[in-house]
């Protein structure tokens, strides 16, 4: 096979993977959030055991604390 049919393979590809990216996000974003799950929130009781520093949750409630 020519270069150039390497080139169209390669380009073929990588716009059927962001054409996958856009339609799963554009379906991500249409789905509706799951009955009992309209109104969680963060709560310090619901987080204390768990040890990941990096979670974005554990950052926000950092920044929130009431005292």
């Known amino acids: 096979m020519s270069k150039e049919g390497y080139l169209l393979i390669a380009i073929i590809v ?3 993977l962001i054409a996958i990216f856009v ?3 554009v379906l991500y974003k249409k ?3 799951p ?3 309209e109104d969680i929130k963060i709560s310090d009781e619901k987080c204390k ?3 990941n520093t990096t979670c974005e ?3 926000n409630m950092e920044g929130e604390h009431h005292d």
């Open 23 to 25: 339609i799963s996000f």
């Open 57 to 59: 949750l554990n950052k």
């Open 31 to 33: 789905t509706p959030v």
């Open 14 to 16: 990588i716009i059927a």
């Open 49 to 51: 055991g768990c040890s």
């Open 35 to 37: 009955k009992g799950c």
